[in-house]
């Protein structure tokens, strides 16, 4: 494992922020750590980038501690924020040969590091472009590229595509499963879009500070949301049941065969966990 928590715990005064949780990250692996503002996502990444220092608990890195060896976690992550914090008067080029240059890089080793993050990201049209000046998508593969400078092994995306068009966060997903799949990168991602999260190898849902449930896309759904069946009878009636597998409509189908028209099979999905876990629509995190 390459991210170890446990009984991580973190308090700001009388407020409990994090609540207690444990969990691993494999390395190479896409993980999604899911929840609503308010939820814990931000404080737990923040402790682990080494932001802040937890209350109570341990997180290792690598197999370094976060609080105790900070530098050696460092050189380990790439982090990418919700909001940008690159310069928005510099060109991607430039911004990147500065942030190069904080990790002691010099000289050719310099410019070959900056080279190889804005080919890996795919951002040669606009390197030479000001930040400023920059698309939505545009940002977000310089801030990723930003990250990737220094080559770490994992790379925590906070939010990456929120605000971002259909079409721009598709492009931003194949970037990101990219550095995944073909160069090793570990992927850890917090994100309030349930289709994204499906795509990862393990999810955690978190809720006012505490794991509610954890587990591959496909066991969340199989523990915590419901298939149903959509059937329009010839009277024109719709009836809508709920059953956990879809072998289970076979016989409800078979029994009101002469009456129906049409069937679908509706899957569970990630929304239906994650709203079931939280308590429903109306319960809020903040």
């Keep these: ?12 005064g009388d407020i409990k922020a994090v ?28 402790i682990l980038t080494t932001l802040l220092e937890a209350t109570s608990g341990t997180a290792t890195i690598g197999g370094y501690d976060v609080t105790k060896n ?58 030479k472009q000001k930040y400023g000046t920059l698309s939505g998508g545009q940002r977000r593969r310089a801030d990723i590229a930003r990250a990737l400078i220094h080559t770490p092994k994992i790379l925590f995306l906070d939010e990456p595509t929120t605000g971002l068009d259909p079409k721009t966060r598709q492009d931003v997903w194949e970037l990101i499963r990219h550095l995944q799949k073909e160069k090793g990168v ?22 006012k500070g505490e794991i509610k449930a954890q587990g591959t896309p496909d066991e969340l759904k199989e523990r915590y949301s419901q298939n149903r069946l959509k059937m329009t009878l010839n009277t024109g009636e719709q009836r809508v049941v709920e059953i956990k597998r879809t072998i289970d409509a076979f016989d409800i189908i078979d029994d009101c065969r002469d009456q129906i028209t049409h069937v679908e099979i509706i899957s569970g999905t990630l929304d239906d966990v994650f709203l079931n876990l939280r308590g429903g629509n109306n319960e809020n995190d903040d």
């Design 1 to 12: 494992m390459f991210i170890k928590v446990e009984n991580l715990s973190k308090n700001y």
């Design 19 to 46: 609540k207690n949780i444990s969990f691993t990250v494999d390395e190479g692996s896409l993980f999604s750590f899911l929840g609503t503002n308010g939820a814990g996502k931000s404080t737990t990444i923040n």
């Design 70 to 127: 900070p530098d050696e976690v460092r050189k380990l992550i790439g982090i990418v924020f919700q909001d940008s914090i690159m310069d928005n008067i510099l060109t991607v080029e430039e911004n990147l040969t500065i942030r190069g240059s904080f990790y002691g890089y010099k000289g050719e080793r310099l410019k070959q590091a900056v080279q190889n993050v804005i080919t890996a990201t795919k951002s040669e049209d606009f390197a």
């Design 186 to 207: 570990t992927i850890f991602l917090t994100t309030h879009y349930m289709e994204e999260a499906s795509a990862s190898d393990q999810i955690i849902v978190i809720h």
